[in-house]
C-alpha cells in the first residue's frame, strides 16, 4: 500500500495551531523555536494563542501552517522512527502547502522556507491595491465549466479584465481569481448557468491569477539565491500535477505557482495514477482530507495533526 503525504494550504490556520504538539514533544518546541528565530517574531505565540485576524493575515498564515506541517513531521521521525524517504512514495502540497512538502522531504532547511514564505505571503498582498481584485468559490462547478464562465465575465463596461480559474479542488470545487468587478460578474454567470452556489470568499487579493505577477517576480528573484537540495521523496507540483525532484525545475514551478492554476484534482489524480492508495494530510485542519474523499474515494484518507493522530498513525504503519 503506497503512501503520500499531502500538506494544507491557507485557510486551515486557526488559534491554538500546533500548541498541543509543543506541549507533547521537544522537537515541536524546537521546530517553532527555529521559525520564531528566522522571522524575528514570536509567530509561535500567534498560532498558540491567536488573535485569528493577525494570525489569518498572509504573511503569517503561510509560515505558521508550513511550521506545523514540518513539527508533525520531525515528531514521526523522532518518536516514531518514521523515514519518509523509504515510507512515503509522493508528496504534495495545496498552493503554499508545496513549501511544507518541500521542507519535510528537505528541500529547503526550515529557516529558508519560514522566510520564502513570509516573503511569498508580503509579495502576494502587495501585488494588488485592496479592494481591486477577488475570489470566488463555485461549488458544483467543473473546471472546464468554471473557465467558460471566467471567459464571459472576463468582458465588461471596463473591457477585458483578469479572470481565471485559480483552484480546481475537485468534487465540484472550483475557485476564481481575477478583478473584483469580474468576479462579481461571474457569481451572476454562475448563478444563471445553475451552478449551484457562488459565492464571494472573504480573501485580502486574487491569488493564483495574473494580478499576482509582481510578486511573481519578487519569488524567482529569491528562489534564485535560496539553497535548495534533490527533495528526499518526489513532490507533485501544483502546476503541472506530475512529480519532479530536479531542484532548478522545482524553483522554475514556484515561480508559475504564484500565478497559475492549483490543479489538485489532477494531482491527486496522479498520485493514484502512480499506485497511491493512502493518503496523510500533515499539518492543521482537514481541508484535504475531506477533498481526497471526494477526489479519491477508493483511497484510505486520514489527518495528521494532534498528538492523538500521530500516535494513531504510527500504530497503523
Known amino acids: 500500500m503506497s503512501l503520500a503525504f499531502v500538506f494544507p494550504g491557507q485557510g486551515s490556520q486557526a488559534p491554538g495551531m500546533g500548541r498541543d504538539l509543543a506541549d507533547a514533544f ?16 514570536k509567530l509561535s505565540r500567534l498560532m498558540f494563542e491567536g488573535p485569528g485576524e493577525e494570525l489569518t493575515l498572509t504573511a503569517n498564515a503561510q509560515p505558521a501552517l508550513m511550521a506545523v506541517s514540518v513539527a508533525i513531521c520531525r515528531v514521526l521521525g523522532k518518536e516514531g522512527g518514521f523515514d519518509m524517504s523509504r515510507q512515503v512514495a509522493l508528496v504534495a502540497g495545496h498552493s503554499l502547502g ?8 528537505g528541500s529547503f532547511d526550515l529557516a529558508t522556507a519560514a522566510r520564502l514564505l513570509r516573503l511569498r505571503g508580503d509579495s502576494m498582498q502587495a501585488a494588488v491595491p485592496p479592494g481591486e481584485g477577488a475570489m470566488a468559490a463555485l461549488l458544483g462547478a467543473e473546471a ?25 479542488n475537485g468534487g465540484g470545487q472550483v475557485v476564481i481569481s481575477g478583478a473584483k468587478a469580474a468576479v462579481e460578474r461571474a457569481v451572476e454567470v454562475a448563478k444563471a448557468a445553475g451552478i449551484k452556489r457562488a459565492m464571494i470568499l472573504p480573501v485580502s487579493a486574487p491569488f493564483h491569477c495574473a494580478m499576482m505577477e509582481p510578486a511573481a517576480r519578487v ?67 482537514r481541508v484535504l482530507t475531506g477533498l481526497m474523499k471526494r477526489n479519491a474515494p477508493e483511497a484510505a484518507a486520514l489527518a495528521i495533526n494532534n498528538p492523538a493522530d500521530i500516535e494513531a498513525f504510527l500504530k497503523s504503519l
Not at 508545496?98 to 522531504?105: D, F, N
Open 144 to 168: 472546464e465549466q468554471a473557465a467558460a464562465i471566467c471567459a464571459e465575465a472576463a468582458q465588461g463596461p471596463e473591457g477585458h479584465q483578469v479572470l481565471e480559474v485559480a483552484n480546481d
Open 98 to 105: 508545496e513549501y511544507s512538502a518541500l521542507t519535510a522531504a
Open 26 to 41: 521537544p522537537i515541536a518546541r524546537e521546530t517553532f523555536q527555529e521559525v520564531d528565530d528566522a522571522l524575528g517574531q
Open 219 to 285: 519569488m524567482e528573484e529569491a528562489l534564485a539565491k535560496a539553497a535548495m537540495a534533490h527533495p528526499a521523496v518526489p513532490v507533485v507540483a501544483n502546476v503541472t500535477a506530475a512529480p519532479v525532484s530536479d531542484p532548478d525545475v522545482i524553483r522554475g514551478l514556484l515561480v508559475r505557482q504564484v500565478t497559475g492554476t492549483v490543479r489538485w484534482r489532477e494531482c491527486v489524480a496522479a498520485m493514484v495514477a502512480a499506485g497511491c492508495t493512502r493518503f496523510a494530510e500533515v499539518g492543521a485542519g
